[in-house]
């Protein structure tokens, strides 16, 4: 019973130590594959390595090979730069040679003959730029006068203005002479009567069937004019008979004002202006300016303003407004202190006128820089409207007496030769001597005559002066 078991317990043990021994079997394989894998693994490894140093080992000659070319080449360099050191030593030693030969032999430093150099150099300059500048001033004054003329001369022939005359009295005529007493009245009663109310003088003289009214003031002789003729009219001539048709001729002539000022700006197309003045400038319908018409030179000059503002691309409608105002300070200088340019401007002001015609009426005279386009065609407008032929109106001895003054004005300048006053006084031709005055000398003395002349004549529009210097050269061949 015993032998049958143990042998039973000897049999199952075999297939045991059998897998065991397959299992260390494979074991020991992989354990000789893995060995020699790691073992070439690291015999690549080093022959990689060695490889790396034999090429770190070429590039260190390499790197050692160029620093040695290096190092060649900077000796070579500082070697080149000693050469040009010592060569520049000689270059600026035979430079100093040079500058010291020459200033011995002209007689300069090299500061004096650069100083020198420079202020020839400057002076070069200045002629050029001045040439420079000289042609372009020309050629913009050609242009600028060719279209000022164009507009201008556009402006003046389409309109049509009639020629006036100025009356320093009005001339009232009479009925008969006997009217002429009872003017007088007892021992001069209505005369005297009649002044103190209108304060206008009433001249009773020799000439036949007529009496002259003499007052500064246009309006109040318009009024005395129209008293009287009431009074002529109606017969009654007594003191107080005058005050009470002196009051309704005041009236009327107010209307009148009033429709004149009106009617302007309907000619004008103008509108919104204050009241009072459309009655101040209706009233200078009354008032005349070296014998032209205040309130027609007013609408001329708005009607030529207008125009010439539509030709330059302006909005003619301020211009016109501008120009119609500008001279309205002439209906109130007998009033207020100043020129009529400044109280025209002021006045103005004070009623509601915009900025910019407001300034266009104290710069028309030039008592202010003109700095609008308004304000330059007012002016202008005003100069051509004043002087246009047959507008204003001089005595033969004023005429006379200031074409003389313009020649011996310009006859004054040293180097002038001979004056002609030409254009009925409008220019000047000064010819002067060429030996004695040179061109420059000929724009000053065009510039001084200018001036003198504004400074001491009035005139209407403007005075050309015009200064002539010509060189003639004559040879005789025998």
Do not use: W
Not at 131 to 142: D, M, P
Not at 165 to 187: N, Q, S, W
Not at 212 to 222: G, I, K, M, N, T
């Amino acid at each position: 019973m015993r032998i049958s078991a143990g042998t039973a317990t000897g049999g199952s043990l075999v297939p045991i130590v059998g897998s065991a021994v397959a299992v260390l079997l494979v074991i020991a394989v992989l354990v000789v594959l893995v060995f020699r894998r790691s073992r070439a693994a690291r015999r690549q490894a080093l022959a990689e390595a060695g490889l790396r140093q034999a090429e770190l080992a070429r590039r260190e000659e390499g790197l050692a090979e160029e620093l040695r070319r290096l190092r060649q080449r900077e000796d070579e360099l500082a070697a080149r730069s000693a050469e040009l050191e010592h060569s520049r030593g000689e270059v600026e030693a035979l430079a100093a040679r040079r500058a010291a030969a020459l200033e011995h032999a002209a007689g300069l430093s090299a500061e004096q003959a650069h100083a020198q150099l420079l202020r020839e150099a400057e002076e070069s300059a200045r002629r050029e730029a001045a040439v420079t500048v000289r042609e372009i001033e020309r050629g913009a004054k050609e242009e600028g006068e060719s279209r000022a003329r164009s507009i201008l001369a556009g402006a003046i022939q389409r309109l049509a203005s009639e020629q006036t005359a100025e009356t320093a009295v009005t001339v009232f005529r009479l009925p008969g002479e006997e009217m002429k007493g009872r003017i007088i009245g007892r021992e001069g009663r209505n005369i005297r009567a009649f002044e103190a109310v209108t304060g206008v003088n009433l001249i009773i003289d020799d000439t036949p069937a007529s009496v002259q009214l003499s007052c500064f003031d246009p309006v109040r002789r318009e009024a005395a004019r129209l008293t009287l003729e009431h009074l002529v009219e109606d017969g009654r001539i007594q003191p107080s008979r005058i005050e009470q048709v002196h009051e309704r001729s005041r009236a009327e002539v107010e209307q009148r004002c009033v429709r004149a000022g009106e009617d302007a700006l309907l000619d004008a197309r103008i509108g919104g202006l204050h009241p009072e003045l459309v009655r101040t400038l209706g009233s200078l319908r009354y008032r005349a300016s070296y014998g032209q018409n205040v309130l027609g030179h007013l609408l001329e000059s708005a009607h030529l303003a207008g125009m010439m503002a539509a030709e330059l691309g302006v909005d003619p409608e301020q211009v016109r407004r501008a120009a119609l105002l500008h001279d309205i300070g002439k209906a109130l200088t007998h009033e207020v202190e100043g020129s009529h340019a400044a109280v025209g401007a002021d006045f103005a002001r004070r009623h509601g006128e915009p900025p910019e015609v407001v300034h266009a009426i104290a710069a028309h005279h030039g008592e202010v820089e003109p700095r609008t386009v308004t304000a330059v065609l007012t002016q202008a407008a005003d100069a051509c409207s004043g002087g246009r032929p047959g507008a204003r109106k001089e005595s033969l001895e004023l005429y006379v007496r200031r074409l003389a003054r313009l020649e011996e004005i310009a006859r004054s300048h040293a180097g002038v030769a001979e004056v002609y006053a030409m254009q009925a006084g409008r220019e000047v031709r000064v010819m002067v001597r060429p030996d004695t005055v040179d061109d420059l000398g000929a724009e000053l003395i065009a510039r001084e005559v200018a001036r003198q002349v504004s400074a001491e004549l009035t005139y209407p529009g403007q005075i050309r002066v015009t200064v002539v210097r010509e060189s003639r050269a004559t040879a005789v061949a025998g």
